[in-house]
């Protein structure tokens, strides 16, 4: 098995380590800058005899692009390339720049591994996720983009803590855009199958509510560290694991709405976060929330900004 891994920063790095540490298959890492990917790729190799895992890594800098050959054969693409927001900058504010760079990246996976399942990872990652689609023309159930993965982490990791049981027993997702409009859907929310909202008050739900909307920003504003990857990378590991392994994890991601799926949630051919079933093909099943008047209010200011992006991506 093969996974490729598209920009070596932060994120694509941290990723790399996560997956090498699985073991469930040797990895290709590509960046522009020279000798980035491949500095990461041995560093990382390096650890291997310590925890015994047998994958091999390698880096690849794309300023030639014939490098991307080196995709060929790849079970799963993250594609994490781009600008990452700066204190201060929202996720929307990366836009143009990034979409530029999808239909290079898109493009050369066209050529050399359109059967791969892409990972869109790069923010704003719904809108990255559908100029990628655009660029490389792959059928889009085999895109998947990174946001209620991680979102939903957050989420979780602050109930747990608000509650004082095991994070292992919170079962909660964010959905919608991974941007300020997401949706943290309390409704479906529990502990162990008890609803949380008989368990927090309405007041301290609101406050979880906020912070993980701006989880990302806290990290971003608050602390020295730039912008996170560590959640993050572990937020796409078990994405692309389920993949490789055929896992049928069912987690919230950005996928594209058609048909039915669209009626429910009144947008079509865009990429948006909802529970979706993940295996060997990608999005093999996306399940139907039901919303409340509430829900459905906060649910449709997320699929505006996720339309209005898009546009931009369209031109
Ligand atoms: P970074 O700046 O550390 O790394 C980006 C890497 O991409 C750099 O090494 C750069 O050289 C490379 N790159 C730029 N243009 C490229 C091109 N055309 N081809 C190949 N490589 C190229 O940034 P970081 O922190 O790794 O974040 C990466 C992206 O992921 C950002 O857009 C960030 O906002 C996004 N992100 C998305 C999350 C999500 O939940 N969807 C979570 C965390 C980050």
Redesign the pocket.
Known sequence: KKISI?????????VAQVLAIKNIADISI????EG??EGKALDIQEGAPHFGFDCKLQGFC?QDPKEYANLKGSDVIVV??????RPGMS?DD?LVK?IG?MK??GEQIKKYSPDSIIV??????DI?AYALQKASGISPERII???G???SSRFRTFLAEALNVSVRDVNAFVIGG?GDDMVPFIHYSSVSGIPISDLLSEEKIQEIIKRTRFG?GEILNLYKT????YA?SI??SVMVESVVNDQHRVIPCAAYLTGKHAENYKVSNAFIGVPIKIGKNGVEEIYDLKFSEADAKEWMKSVESVKKNNKLADD
């Open positions: 598209i920009g070596a920063g932060a994120v694509g790095a941290s590509f960046d522009i800058v980035v990917a794309t994490t390339a781009g600008l990452a927001r996720r990366l990034n760079i290079d990246v869109a990872v790069t923010n704003p990652a990255m983009g990174l946001g993965s991680l979102d991974h990302g730039g912008t996170a990857f993050p937020s796409i």
